[in-house]
């Protein structure tokens, strides 16, 4: 039976290599068209959960893969000659930076690696790890003509950005849109046929460097105008203008803007880095991406600009960052998740412990983390904890936190995200 046939009549078997925060979620989603899924991963214990039906990421509703599993629709393996089985095979790796800020494509790699031992005819490979404009063609397309099949006729490649956005409770894979570009025409449809079982709308492109790079503007589109707004919250400091305000009144206008807000610096693992997977792949073009390096530049500097207040916050109080006793509440880099992967609050922590401040934190999603080697364990948000503190600094803004009650107990309090702009007192500093 052809693909396409395969596709339609729900008879196609997919894998999905990285059960992450985007494997796993597309793979409960796949499972939910009625198509038979397999994890592939090289963590066993994420493996053994997803068998007992376990959820591991927050977004993913743990009775939708308890039932996936139950029906036989779902099952992860650590064991990859599955993908000479199956009939569509997704790769969701990680693409993180190498320590000298270059892409490290490794785990892609890697995973076309495995898949050129098993590729047969039939089968179509989709990439969802962003990347540079390239990857696909460049890296994975060459590691799979390897085995003398030809894509286009034999087997299939395409590119697809995936765009989950961690604790948004609007928008899951289902109703956002999805955009594909295949090595081929054929590539495209098939493609574009796979996702269209399970999103309400796909998008497809003419190639697959269209669609890495329509996933680095989305992402450098909010890197950029993060680093604007942030820029101007420094100006508006030394100026004595409430840039939150500015940022509200600007909302207003009903077209030609969209807001973005300042805050204590980057998080994640995408916006920060996806960026400079593209300035690294312009260097080749003899290009420099000068709004990529400033925005980083200036979303970089950030979280020195936040120990500065805090400092100057304590200076006012007659006390210095050494010696006292600092709360940090939340340590995710963004509300309601416990992400804490390029965190601003990793940074911020570092160097107040470096000033000598003694730092305890409250994260209701995180209940330890080790930074600098050292191991913090999430402390429960009581008034005396709260009123021990020298001095409170809100890096992440997580719903569950009772703000009165912060505000009612605190001597001092530096707030990152204008979480306190409804209580007043000259205690509170906003940056
Ligand atoms: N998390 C997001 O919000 C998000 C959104 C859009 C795009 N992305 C992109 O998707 C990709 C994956 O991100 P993620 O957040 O899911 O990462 P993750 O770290 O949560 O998950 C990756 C998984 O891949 C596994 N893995 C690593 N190497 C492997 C290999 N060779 N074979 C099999 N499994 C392997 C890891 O064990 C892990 O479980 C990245 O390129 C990321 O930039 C992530």
Redesign the pocket.
Known sequence: MQLAEKITSKSAEVGI???????LPLAVAVAGAGLKVIG????RE?AAKINRGESYIPDVDRLLLENAVKDGLFSATTDFSVLGRVDIISI????PLSDMREPDIS?VR??ANEIAKYLRAGQLVIL????YPGTTEEVILPILEESGLTVGKDFYLAFS??????GNKNFSIHNTPKVVGGVTETCTELTTLFYSQFVQMVVPVSSTQAAEMTKLLENIFRCVNIALVNELMLLCDRMGINIWEVVDAASSKPFGYMPFFPGPGLGG??IPI?PFYLSWKARQYDFHTEFIELAGKTNENIPYYVVTKVGEALNSHEKSVKGSNVLILGLAYKRDIGDTRESPALKIISLLEKLGAHIGYHDPHVDEEIIDTKTYRSVDLAPEIVSDSDCVLVVTDHSSVDYRMVAENANLIVDTRNRLKNFVGNHIVRI
Not at 17 to 23: C, D, K, N, S
């Open positions: 290599i990285g059960m992450g925060y985007v494997g592939i991963d090289i963590d994420k969701c790796v990680p693409t785990y890697s995973a969802e790890s962003t990347t950005p995936e765009r989950v956005d961690p693992h995408c996806d």
